[in-house]
């Protein structure tokens, strides 16, 4: 018979094993479940809510789209010249096309987006856009063909509090056009859009032969889709529901799988602290491991009889997670919305979505990190020499043996190794691969680390009784402490790791936030409105304004499937923009070029080196040259800086949309504010906000901060958990040494010099555990910070070290571990010391 | 060393780390039904012999042979099957573990080949009714004294009608009274199953129960007269 056999037919003796150990120890086992079921429910809530949020994203780009078989959309908001229309209409494979103006617009505060549609032609193509008057359809389009009649959105109708019938003042591309709400979008979903003729768009709000859209219907997709891209012009693209989603999908996917892998940490600490678990129930079994060894039982068995533990553990905890998740995940959104912080999904209304693959993806790994966590003490378990164990009291400990380093060492390398591979579709795999083996390494390599720090306190001899107990023990079994620590340590790590990338992060973007707003005051329109020539002459003219800076910033699409990049227009050439940060920039320009500057985050999306030749998909002009990269913390999908002069005479645009204003020294910037306003004609002064650097600054921080709360409130829950661990590991270790402190006792030891050789050890395994926790935090931050970041969204920055932080983690850590052994130790040295030997008489 | 011995052991030989040898020339025959104690000083190898008879430890020289298998032909997998099967344990510290009720302490052996736990549990049963202990099956090792774990351990040695049954110092934590009861017990069974039995033990008195008495030396095993 094989082991296997022997496995399969002692399976009753393995039954009684488990069901004994979890009848007499239930709390540990709730213990470990909850730890499981804590980092399940925090990971699958996370991705619920991202995953809801880009749903009902995903929605809204399909209500504003009216799901169309495939577009053609402008590249910029500038459109395309409506001219393409009757062209694409008759092209080969397109059955119908439906042009559409498309403005951002707003009703008093509400947002939304305003259509103007040809009610016919989108009677076929998207008839969700069809608006619908309380009597009914307006499918013969009668309404629609009224100037004036406007259909909202249940959504946009909510928000506005408007009735139907109720005339209201739609403002958009800078322009104030009354129109009566003539009933709604029923097919329009929960998006806040409106729609108008086009007709109307075009003439009432500045869009005159321009078009922002087309949206086809196919009778062959295959003919149409080259037949169309042949035709277009270069400041137009061939887009289709797939890429839309792709878009929104690429906007937040790197902020979504950063989030969900921090979720994690809570998930990765709970498997510490099952490996810290069943390592002390394995070294308490150790003689009963033994007998059943000598008994017959195969190694095999005892290895399976422990797994088997785990894997309970596991299922317990995993499917409670999944449950606390879902809830979790609900009420999130229901206080909170959509957005978990970073601002990707602001503004459309969020219903949660179950995703069962998701849910069974974090089933499995809170199965994996439980039956991890118990494979490594289950195999020590079964390699223990059964009769040496039996004869043995279970103190087996060797303080001659050398703590092993090699498989840290090799873990490290490994992990590093694995952090300078590129990423993978855009997303650092292997960066978080690295950083998971850098962690495997590091705590592997903490009872190395222990003995290496307790080596020159254990030779120094004058401490007093109790602590040189504390020390010797610790020195002569690191691997006790680390069993304690390996979940906090884990925790820690990564939470330094995260503390010095925010940090720098934080750091690096308040320096670019004072390079880049160095002018006094800073205005800008809204709703598409814009300063004309006229304009930006008279708030040059004010009294008191020395400088002015005008500039135009647009999205612009360079893939359909990607966020657009923006594209600024800047006064550039007459020397250069000293609020502009360059970090690299080409030797010359050659002089017949145009020249743009990059962002950091474009030329590291696009390729876009200095001295290299690109092509923009704006006004047909389409070849630039690259003079220099520029760092840009503002904008994740990427910019282009281009001189207004060569813009306007490209575009033809001569609209500007913001303003950068330095004072005359010595006046007053307050005045010099109310003077501007006070210049701007009256139908654009409340479509203008003024702001000062210091007010725009802090609202930056304020926004970055809030995009990091829920970091933060993952690692709390992790730091939680991985202290929980040590309580609880520390507690069973304490309270497993009973007989040595019987034994103390009988040697004439008082309670109170046991209670302060345990708070010794406490302390010295708590500051152990922050010591090696910020050793290998520091250095998984460097990871984070050079390819996590970098990889996920583009930015560099250099390391800043949160030096409070660190104070207060070894302080919080040492003393939570003191008092904890301080009030394990009570409860073990409160028996009488003549029971606590017994055995041994 | 008859042909009909349970237990042989052939010119068996011990070194441990160092320059010291614990025993060599060790030649030893156990007879179905027949009782050994092994005595000697403390250090000599016999917990070393006993491990080394058991398949838990490796002879530097000699062969052990069990009802005719012979260690030294098995893996670890089948030393441990072997163990499982024909050989059954009882110790100084009882080891029972503490989570088990007594009957499927008694039953372990059983339940490690069988998934059958009713016809385990009745054995158990009827073992436990042999050491003395009837109606204490739902109990736990807490619940008894000494005495009664090691009629407990000795049941629990019995259960599957082992070939050999090996004892380490069985009454070193009884009091004399107990101790002797508990030797009378151990002897009956090994009789009574007509397993080979082997006990190594510090006391004269405990050896005394014995068919043979052998003492451990340098130099293997030396006979005395009881």
Same mark, same amino acid.
């Given at each position: 018979?094989?082991?296997?056999?022997?496995?399969?037919?002692?399976?009753?003796?393995?039954?009684?094993?488990?069901?004994? *150990?979890?009848?007499?120890?239930? %709390?540990?086992?709730?213990?470990?479940?909850?730890?499981?079921?804590?980092? $399940? %429910?925090?990971?699958?809530?996370?991705?619920?809510?991202?995953?809801?949020?880009?749903?009902?994203?995903?929605?809204?780009?399909?209500?504003?789209?009216?799901?169309?078989?495939?577009?053609?959309?402008?590249?910029?908001?500038?459109?395309? @010249?409506?001219?393409?229309?009757?062209?694409? #209409?008759?092209?080969?494979? !397109?059955?119908?096309?439906?042009?559409?103006?498309?403005?951002?617009?707003?009703?008093?505060?509400?947002?939304?987006?305003?259509?103007?549609?040809?009610?016919?032609?989108?009677?076929?193509?998207?008839?969700?856009?069809?608006?619908?008057?309380?009597?009914?359809?307006?499918?013969?389009?009668?309404?629609?063909?009224?100037?004036?009649?406007?259909?909202?959105?249940?959504?946009?109708?909510?928000?506005?509090? #408007?009735?139907?019938?109720?005339?209201?003042?739609?403002?958009?591309?800078?322009?104030?056009?009354?129109?009566?709400?003539?009933?709604?979008?029923?097919?329009?979903?929960?998006?806040?859009?409106?729609?108008?003729?086009?007709?109307?768009?075009?003439?009432?709000?500045?869009?005159?032969?321009?078009?922002?859209?087309?949206?086809?219907?196919?009778?062959?997709?295959?003919?149409?889709?080259?037949?169309?891209?042949?035709?277009?012009?270069?400041?137009?693209?061939?887009?289709?529901?797939?890429?839309?989603?792709?878009?929104?999908?690429?906007?937040?996917?790197?902020?979504? !799988?950063?989030?969900?892998?921090?979720?994690?940490?809570?998930?990765?600490?709970?498997?510490?602290?099952?490996?810290?678990?069943?390592?002390?129930?394995? $070294?308490?079994?150790?003689?009963?491991?033994?007998?059943?060894?000598?008994?017959?039982?195969?190694?095999?068995? $005892?290895?399976?009889?422990?797994?088997?533990?785990?894997?309970?553990?596991?299922?317990?905890?995993?499917?409670?997670?999944?449950?606390?998740?879902?809830?979790?995940?609900?009420?999130?959104?229901?206080?909170?919305?959509?957005?978990?912080?970073?601002?990707?999904?602001?503004?459309?209304?969020?219903?949660?979505?179950?995703?069962?693959?998701?849910? &069974?993806?974090?089933?499995?790994?809170?199965?994996?990190?439980?039956?991890?966590?118990?494979?490594?003490?289950?195999?020590?378990?079964?390699?223990?020499?059964?009769?040496?164990?039996?004869?043995?009291?279970?103190?087996?400990?060797?303080?001659?043996?050398?703590?092993?380093?090699?498989?840290?060492?090799?873990?490290?390398?490994?992990?590093?190794?694995?952090?300078?591979?590129?990423?993978?579709?855009?997303?650092?795999?292997?960066?978080?691969?690295?950083?998971?083996?850098?962690?495997?390494?590091?705590?592997?390599?903490?009872?190395?680390?222990?003995?290496?720090?307790?080596?020159?306190?254990?030779?120094?001899?004058?401490?007093?009784?109790?602590?040189?107990?504390?020390?010797?023990?610790?020195?002569?079994?690191?691997?006790?402490?680390?069993?304690?620590?390996?979940?906090?340590?884990?925790?820690?790590?990564?939470?330094?790791?995260?503390?010095?990338?925010?940090?720098?992060?934080?750091?690096?973007?308040?320096?670019?936030?004072?390079?880049?707003?160095?002018?006094?005051?800073?205005?800008?329109?809204?709703?598409?409105?814009?300063?004309?020539?006229?304009?930006?002459?008279?708030?040059?003219?004010?009294?008191?304004?020395?400088?002015?800076?005008?500039?135009?910033?647009?999205?612009?699409?360079?893939?359909?499937?990607?966020?657009?990049?923006?594209?600024?227009?800047?006064?550039?050439?007459?020397?250069?923009?000293?609020?502009?940060?360059?970090?690299?920039?080409?030797?010359?320009?050659?002089?017949?070029?145009?020249?743009?500057?990059?962002? *950091?985050?474009?030329?590291r999306l696009f390729g876009w080196d200095p001295g290299e030749t690109i092509a923009l998909p704006i006004a047909g002009r389409?070849?630039?040259?690259?003079?220099?990269?520029?760092?840009?913390?503002?904008?994740?999908?990427?910019?282009?800086?281009?001189?207004?002069?060569?813009?306007?005479?490209?575009?033809?645009?001569?609209?500007?949309?913001?303003?950068?204003?330095?004072?005359?020294?010595? *006046?007053?910037?307050?005045?010099?504010?109310?003077?501007?306003?006070?210049?701007?004609?009256?139908?654009?002064?409340?479509?203008?906000?003024?702001?000062?650097?210091?007010?725009?600054?802090?609202?930056?921080?304020?926004?970055? @901060?809030?995009?990091?709360?829920?970091?933060?409130?993952?690692?709390a829950v992790a730091i939680l958990v991985g202290l929980v661990g040590v309580a609880a590991t520390m507690s069973a270790q304490?309270?497993?040494?009973?007989?040595?402190?019987?034994?103390?006792?009988?040697?004439?030891?008082?309670?109170?010099?046991?209670?302060?050789?345990?708070?010794? *050890?406490?302390?010295?395994?708590?500051?152990?555990?922050? &010591?090696?926790?910020?050793?290998?935090?520091?250095?998984?931050?460097?990871?984070?910070?050079?390819?996590?970041?970098?990889?996920?969204?583009?930015?560099?920055?250099?390391?800043?070290?949160?030096?409070?932080?660190?104070?207060?983690?070894?302080? %919080?850590?040492?003393? #939570?571990?003191?008092?904890?052994?301080?009030?394990?130790?009570?409860?073990?040295?409160?028996?009488?010391?003549? &029971?606590?030997?017994?055995?041994?008489? | 060393?008859?042909?009909?011995?349970?237990?042989?052991?052939?010119?068996?030989?011990?070194?441990?780390?160092?320059?010291?040898?614990?025993?060599?020339?060790?030649?030893?025959?156990?007879?179905?039904?027949?009782?050994?104690?092994?005595?000697?000083?403390?250090?000599?190898?016999?917990?070393?012999?006993?491990?080394?008879?058991?398949?838990?430890?490796?002879?530097?020289?000699?062969?052990?042979?069990?009802?005719?298998?012979?260690?030294?032909?098995?893996?670890?997998?089948?030393?441990?099957?072997?163990?499982?099967?024909?050989?059954?344990?009882?110790?100084?510290?009882?080891?029972?573990?503490?989570?088990?009720?007594?009957?499927?302490?008694?039953?372990?052996?059983?339940?490690?080949?069988?998934?059958?736990?009713?016809?385990?549990?009745?054995?158990?049963?009827?073992? /436990?009714?042999?050491?003395?202990?009837?109606?204490?099956?739902?109990?736990?090792?807490?619940?008894?004294?000494?005495?009664?774990?090691?009629?407990?351990?000795?049941?629990?040695?019995?259960?599957?009608r082992p070939a050999l049954i090996l004892a380490d110092e069985p009454t070193g934590n009884l009091d004399p009274e107990t101790?002797?009861?508990?030797?009378?017990?151990?002897?009956?069974?090994?009789?009574?199953?007509?397993?080979?039995?082997?006990?190594?033990?510090?006391?004269?008195?405990?050896?005394?129960?014995?068919?043979?008495?052998?003492?451990?030396?340098?130099?293997? /095993?030396?006979?005395?007269?009881?």
């Amino acid at each position: 018979m094989s082991d296997w056999a022997g496995l399969i037919s002692g399976r009753l003796a393995l039954g009684w094993l488990i069901g004994g *150990e979890w009848r007499f120890h239930p %709390a540990r086992f709730v213990t470990t479940a909850v730890a499981i079921a804590v980092g $399940v %429910a925090l990971g699958f809530a996370v991705h619920l809510v991202n995953g809801s949020a880009l749903s009902s994203f995903d929605g809204a780009m399909r209500g504003v789209s009216g799901a169309a078989d495939l577009s053609i959309r402008a590249t910029s908001p500038l459109g395309f @010249d409506e001219r393409l229309y009757p062209r694409v #209409a008759t092209a080969a494979g !397109v059955s119908d096309a439906s042009p559409v103006v498309s403005l951002p617009a707003r009703i008093g505060r509400t947002r939304f987006t305003l259509l103007g549609v040809d009610v016919i032609r989108a009677a076929n193509v998207t008839p969700s856009l069809i608006g619908r008057r309380p009597r009914g359809p307006d499918s013969a389009g009668d309404a629609a063909f009224d100037e004036a009649a406007l259909f909202l959105s249940r959504d946009a109708l909510t928000q506005t509090r #408007a009735k139907i019938g109720a005339v209201v003042p739609v403002v958009a591309n800078g322009r104030t056009v009354r129109l009566r709400i003539a009933g709604t979008l029923p097919g329009a979903g929960d998006v806040a859009i409106g729609v108008i003729d086009i007709a109307t768009a075009q003439w009432r709000f500045g869009k005159l032969g321009r078009l922002d859209r087309l949206d086809l219907t196919l009778s062959d997709r295959s003919v149409a889709a080259p037949a169309v891209r042949a035709i277009l012009p270069p400041d137009a693209i061939v887009s289709s529901a797939v890429a839309q989603s792709a878009q929104g999908d690429a906007l937040s996917r790197a902020y979504r !799988v950063n989030l969900d892998m921090l979720a994690l940490v809570a998930l990765l600490t709970g498997g510490f602290l099952v490996y810290s678990a069943q390592s002390l129930s394995v $070294v308490r079994r150790q003689r009963a491991f033994a007998l059943l060894r000598t008994l017959g039982m195969p190694r095999r068995a $005892v290895v399976a009889a422990i797994v088997t533990e785990g894997l309970g553990i596991g299922v317990v905890g995993a499917a409670v997670g999944l449950l606390a998740g879902y809830g979790l995940a609900w009420g999130a959104l229901r206080w909170f919305g959509g957005d978990l912080g970073a601002g990707y999904f602001g503004g459309s209304g969020v219903h949660l979505v179950f995703q069962p693959r998701a849910a &069974l993806g974090f089933f499995t790994l809170g199965l994996v990190a439980a039956i991890l966590g118990s494979v490594l003490p289950a195999l020590g378990a079964a390699r223990a020499a059964p009769a040496a164990a039996l004869k043995n009291a279970g103190d087996v400990v060797d303080p001659r043996a050398p703590a092993a380093w090699i498989p840290a060492v090799l873990l490290l390398g490994a992990g590093v190794g694995m952090a300078l591979l590129p990423a993978v579709n855009g997303l650092p795999l292997f960066g978080f691969a690295g950083m998971a083996l850098m962690l495997a390494g590091g705590v592997a390599g903490v009872p190395w680390f222990a003995r290496a720090l307790l080596k020159p306190i254990a030779a120094h001899g004058a401490w007093p009784v109790p602590r040189m107990l504390a020390v010797r023990h610790l020195y002569g079994a690191p691997g006790e402490a680390a069993t304690a620590l390996c979940g906090i340590v884990a925790s820690t790590a990564l939470m330094i790791a995260m503390a010095t990338m925010v940090t720098s992060f934080r750091g690096a973007v308040d320096d670019w936030l004072g390079t880049v707003l160095g002018a006094d005051l800073y205005a800008r329109t809204t709703a598409g409105a814009a300063f004309d020539p006229e304009v930006r002459m008279r708030l040059a003219a004010t009294p008191g304004v020395a400088h002015v800076a005008f500039s135009r910033q647009i999205p612009l699409t360079i893939a359909p499937d990607r966020p657009p990049i923006s594209l600024i227009a800047r006064p550039e050439r007459q020397g250069r923009d000293p609020l502009l940060v360059l970090i690299a920039r080409a030797p010359t320009i050659p002089a017949t070029a145009v020249p743009v500057w990059v962002s *950091e985050p474009a030329q590291r999306l696009f390729g876009w080196d200095p001295g290299e030749t690109i092509a923009l998909p704006i006004a047909g002009r389409t070849r630039f040259y690259v003079a220099g990269v520029w760092r840009d913390y503002g904008r994740q999908a990427g910019a282009v800086l281009i001189d207004e002069a060569d813009y306007q005479k490209l575009t033809g645009d001569t609209g500007r949309d913001e303003v950068s204003v330095i004072v005359t020294p010595g *006046e007053d910037v307050a005045r010099v504010s109310a003077r501007m306003t006070a210049r701007l004609p009256a139908a654009l002064r409340d479509q203008v906000e003024i702001t000062r650097p210091a007010t725009l600054r802090r609202f930056a921080l304020t926004l970055f @901060d809030r995009s990091f709360a829920v970091t933060y409130l993952l690692e709390a829950v992790a730091i939680l958990v991985g202290l929980v661990g040590v309580a609880a590991t520390m507690s069973a270790q304490t309270i497993s040494r009973e007989r040595e402190f019987g034994m103390l006792r009988h040697l004439g030891l008082t309670r109170r010099q046991l209670t302060d050789m345990l708070a010794t *050890e406490g302390a010295i395994v708590g500051f152990t555990g922050a &010591l090696a926790g910020i050793v290998l935090g520091l250095a998984l931050a460097q990871v984070l910070i050079h390819v996590i970041n970098p990889q996920s969204f583009n930015w560099t920055m250099t390391t800043r070290i949160p030096f409070g932080t660190l104070a207060a983690v070894t302080a %919080a850590l040492t003393g #939570a571990a003191t008092v904890t052994a301080v009030l394990a130790g009570r409860r073990a040295t409160a028996r009488q010391a003549v &029971l606590s030997v017994r055995e041994d008489w | 060393m008859g042909e009909a011995s349970l237990l042989e052991v052939r010119s068996l030989a011990k070194a441990v780390p160092g320059p010291r040898q614990l025993f060599r020339n060790l030649d030893l025959a156990v007879a179905p039904g027949e009782l050994v104690a092994i005595i000697g000083e403390s250090g000599v190898g016999k917990s070393t012999l006993l491990n080394i008879l058991a398949g838990l430890d490796d002879a530097n020289h000699g062969t052990v042979a069990i009802d005719g298998t012979v260690l030294g032909s098995l893996d670890d997998a089948g030393r441990t099957r072997l163990r499982r099967e024909r050989i059954g344990f009882v110790f100084q510290a009882f080891h029972i573990l503490p989570y088990l009720t007594l009957r499927q302490n008694v039953a372990l052996p059983l339940a490690l080949v069988s998934p059958d736990a009713r016809a385990a549990e009745a054995r158990a049963e009827e073992m /436990l009714d042999a050491v003395g202990l009837s109606g204490r099956g739902d109990g736990y090792a807490r619940d008894l004294s000494g005495g009664e774990l090691q009629r407990v351990a000795i049941a629990r040695a019995l259960v599957h009608r082992p070939a050999l049954i090996l004892a380490d110092e069985p009454t070193g934590n009884l009091d004399p009274e107990t101790a002797r009861r508990v030797l009378a017990l151990f002897a009956e069974a090994v009789r009574g199953h007509a397993a080979a039995g082997v006990m190594v033990t510090h006391s004269d008195a405990s050896a005394a129960i014995a068919d043979r008495v052998l003492t451990l030396g340098a130099d293997g /095993l030396v006979e005395r007269r009881v």
